[in-house]
């Protein structure tokens, strides 16, 4: 078997030339994944389906980093599109995109000196800022990487699926110091940019015994533990892992893990299986420098609305023995400040009332005490709340940006314009309106079908969208839920 990988990666040096400023070509389409884009895109849309884009531990933080898999898809799809699925189009403009050295052997980072990769999915271009970094060391070109190297171009599809257009920074790790990658790179991580680590984790051990040190490396990669990563077969885009953990330290960013498989669980054979892992960051996004700051809250003052929200609702029922004095914290101005809210409970995972409003008509601390209050009693879809169920109840705040109009040509351009995950959206014809929270995408993470239920909502046709007719808003929300 190695000396058919051996001749396998010496036909790819010389078969796939990449010439400077040229394309790097897709070397592993149909073989790790379908060559036919649209066979690739059906069985992206299948995987991510099958993910179900569930809400993630510390989703009310922003993302900022991904962990994916790079095997074939038939062995990792379902873990990779548990990471893939939390992205939405246009959320990000560039990716950094981490993998380790399979077939080279080489030291330092290699920097692609190709103008742009290629999948059956289109051209991902390369961000101006990655021709730069081999001006510091030890990024350095690396030609045969193109040629060969497989774990950069598989996670590719995936996030052209979600994302749609993006720049990329491509960087493949040799043995490298990985606090120093990450010293170089992190000046490149602004608002606007995702870091993607390409990583499997254990190879060829047997199920149980897979399956033990597996979830061993995904506990260490969330507690920040790098010393353990570096132990023999706990995962083979070690230094990629290692070096998005020296970035989140810098950042503050926050680990939680999506998924785990390994091919046992989706190929059939246990007595020797490979582990993927799917983990995500979340953080406040950093600011760019001279950037003006929209008003936007922070973690903290977030949470305080999530109590003042949860204090409402004891006040209602004579809890008065529970109730926390907020009312120092209250005094911050932020509090003060006009725009929509939305409050949102739950039970079990299943909603059990949700009221806001989509302006700012009080401040921001009025508003949340009245919607909790709404929610809680006057949501018509519901029953009031009872005692007994307060306890059960999880309570979600959302503060929303204004909404402004988006203006669109036809059916097309209006799915074209809406960015899943991103968006809520309001729509209205004559006295009919309805809105979707952002977070609505998580359950119709297909625009058409999203559009479809928000007509449904608003009392129209399904297919009201369809007809160009709708006015149409979108706004931007900050949600912030009670810890477990």
Not at 36 to 46: A, K
Not at 125 to 152: M, N, W, Y
Not at 226 to 232: H, Q
């Amino acid at each position: 078997m190695q000396a058919v990988g051996l001749l396998l990666a010496t036909w790819l040096l010389w078969a796939t030339p990449v010439h400077g400023g040229g394309v790097r070509k897709a070397v592993w389409a149909g073989k790790f994944y379908p060559r036919d884009p649209v066979r690739l895109r059906q069985v992206i849309r299948d995987f991510v389906r099958q993910a179900g884009c569930r809400p993630a531990s510390g989703s009310r933080k922003r993302l900022r980093a991904l962990v994916m898999p790079h095997a074939g898809y038939t062995y990792c799809g379902r873990t990779a599109a548990r990471g893939a699925c939390l992205l939405g189009e246009g959320a990000f403009d560039k990716v950094i995109l981490l993998g380790p050295d399979h077939r080279v052997g080489f030291r330092g980072a290699a920097v692609s000196e190709a103008a742009a990769f290629e999948t059956p999915l289109g051209l991902v271009p390369l961000a101006p800022e990655a021709a730069g970094l081999c001006k510091f060391k030890p990024f350095r070109r690396v030609p045969e990487t193109d040629r060969c190297e497989h774990s950069l171009e598989v996670i590719l599809p995936w996030l052209q699926f979600r994302l749609g257009h993006f720049n990329l920074i491509p960087v493949v790790l040799g043995a490298c110091d990985p606090r120093q990658i990450a010293s170089v790179l992190a000046p490149l991580v602004d608002r606007h940019t995702l870091v993607v680590a390409s990583s499997d984790l254990s190879h060829y051990l047997p199920y149980d015994e897979a399956v033990d040190r597996d979830r061993g490396t995904l506990e260490a990669l969330v507690k920040g533990d790098a010393g353990l990563l570096g132990e023999p077969n706990r995962a083979c885009g070690h230094l990629a892992l290692e070096v998005l953990m020296s970035l989140a330290g810098k950042f503050g960013w926050q680990a939680g893990i999506l998924d785990y498989s390994n091919s046992g669980d989706t190929a059939g054979d246990r007595s020797a299986v490979v582990g993927y892992g799917a983990v995500a960051f979340w953080g406040e996004r950093p600011m760019e420098k001279n950037q003006k700051s929209d008003f936007e809250l922070t973690e903290q003052q977030g949470q305080v609305l999530v109590k003042l929200a949860r204090r409402s609702l004891l006040e209602r029922f004579g809890r008065h023995a529970e109730l926390e004095d907020l009312e120092p914290q209250l005094a911050d101005p932020a509090f003060d400040q006009r725009c929509g809210t939305f409050v949102t409970l739950t039970i079990g995972g299943n909603l059990r009332g949700c009221i806001g409003s989509l302006e700012g008509y009080e401040p921001l601390k009025e508003g949340v005490r009245r919607n909790a209050v709404n929610a809680a009693f006057h949501d018509p879809r519901f029953a009031p709340l009872s005692a007994h169920e307060l306890d059960q109840v999880r309570i979600e705040v959302s503060v929303l940006s204004k909404p402004r109009p988006l203006e669109y040509t036809g059916p097309e351009d209006l799915l074209r314009k809406l960015r899943p995950g991103l968006d809520g959206v309001i729509i209205s014809k004559g006295p009919a309106s309805a809105t979707f929270l952002p977070q609505v995408w998580q359950q119709l993470p297909e625009p058409k079908s999203f559009l479809s239920h928000l007509c449904m909502k608003a009392g129209l046709p399904a297919d009201q969208w369809r007809k160009g007719d709708l006015q149409v808003q979108v706004y931007q929300v900050q949600y912030f839920e009670e810890p477990d």
